[in-house]
């Protein structure tokens, strides 16, 4: 049965910085890629960045140079470090496979906020 815990949200200023985390349980882990999904309020939510299983990653335009994506496989945790973050990137964001299916388990998410 999947589990997906998310942390490390927060409020910060506008060029600020913060590491997600995001525990797995399961096996979704061990046999896909891991994405990090935001969903702003009033939108749908969207994959931003993806890393599979062997480590190769990719990121949406929007995010790509400022956000890093990485993975634990022993700790089955997935990470998203955030750096100079913009207003525009407040979001409660979201772990799942990558890509998710539209019945797939969602965990609760992290808020994230950027804000002077």
């Known amino acids: 049965q999947v589990h997906l815990v998310e942390s490390g949200g927060g409020l910060v200023q506008p060029g600020g910085s913060l590491r997600l985390s995001c525990a797995a349980s399961?096996?979704?882990?061990?046999?896909?890629?891991m994405g990090w999904y935001r969903q702003a309020p009033g939108k749908q939510r969207e994959l931003v960045a993806a890393i599979a299983k062997d480590g190769s990653t990719s990121y949406v335009p929007s995010v790509k140079g400022r956000f890093t994506v990485s993975r634990d496989n022993a700790k089955r945790t997935v990470y998203l470090q955030m750096n100079s973050l913009k207003p525009e990137d407040t979001a409660v964001y979201y772990c799942n496979k990558a890509p998710s299916l539209p019945h797939d388990y969602w965990g609760q998410g992290t808020q994230v906020t950027v804000s002077s």
């Open positions: 399961g096996s979704i882990f061990s046999i896909y890629a």
